[in-house]
């Protein structure tokens, strides 16, 4: 179906019941199958501040906030006044012979908060930057291997795919970056008594499983930087 003039509002509104079949046809039909078993195939219609609403107008509290991406809740008008402002303004966005001046603008505000960084790396999902850690930790100390802590969840992506220590993930997809050594979470001590120490080059603690049952470490035991 064709909408001459874009029209992104009518568009949901005209195609949102097919949502299930477009997605089982040419996206994932296992996460379809997954909301349905669990009983969340509730057709999510609108999102304000933490909470969904779903076809039938149920509010829901979202706890999950798209993993993170939405710290200050969905459509926060003070962002949507933002967005509009820079679509109204025909800036120059992604030319690449220039250098952007709103992501400058954004790195000096992050800086007043980090005084001890001078540098930013903007990345858009937490898989790339585990991935720019890698290299960045590679290009640093010139290591190639790198520890990370057992259980942890750091991405889908072929290297942070190296550091999420679970078979439902890593299936299929092995082998993987070599030189990455797994230690159990809170025994500092394994770190140093691993025989390949000295090609270590950074460590990855992101004990979280995609979100969530988050570990915590115990006393200093996690405290070295990457």
């Known amino acids: 179906m064709l909408y001459p003039n ?20 040419h996206l994932n039909e296992q996460l379809v199958r997954v ?15 933490q909470y969904l609403f779903d076809r039938d107008g149920a509010r829901y509290l979202d706890l999950l906030s798209g993993f993170g991406v939405f710290a200050i809740g969905r459509n926060h008008p003070a962002l949507r006044q933002a967005l509009k402002s820079v679509l109204d303004s025909d ?38 930057c585990v991935e720019a850690a890698i ?48 230690i159990p979470f809170n025994d500092a001590g394994r770190r140093s008594a691993l025989p390949q120490v000295r090609h270590l080059d950074g460590g990855r603690r992101n004990p979280d499983r995609n979100g969530s049952n988050r570990a915590v470490p115990r006393g200093r035991a996690l405290e070295c930087r990457a």
Not at 6 to 17: A, C, K, N
Not at 35 to 49: A, N
Request: charged share 20%; aromatic share 10%.
């Open 6 to 25: 874009l029209d992104v509002s009518e568009m949901f509104v005209d195609r949102q019941s097919q949502r299930s079949s477009m997605h089982a046809r």
């Open 135 to 182: 290299k960045f930790a590679r290009g640093a100390t010139g290591r190639p291997g790198i520890v990370y802590c057992a259980h942890g969840y750091h991405g889908l992506t072929y290297g942070a795919l190296s550091l999420t220590d679970d078979p439902n993930f890593r299936g299929g997809f092995e082998p993987l970056l070599p030189g990455c050594t797994s």
């Open 35 to 49: 909301l349905k078993t669990i009983g969340y195939d509730v057709g999510f219609q609108k999102g304000q501040g």
């Open 91 to 128: 800036l120059p966005n992604l030319v690449q012979l220039d250098v952007s001046t709103l992501a400058g603008v954004l790195a000096e505000r992050l800086l007043e908060f980090v005084p001890y960084l001078d540098k930013v790396f903007f990345a858009n999902s937490g898989a790339e």
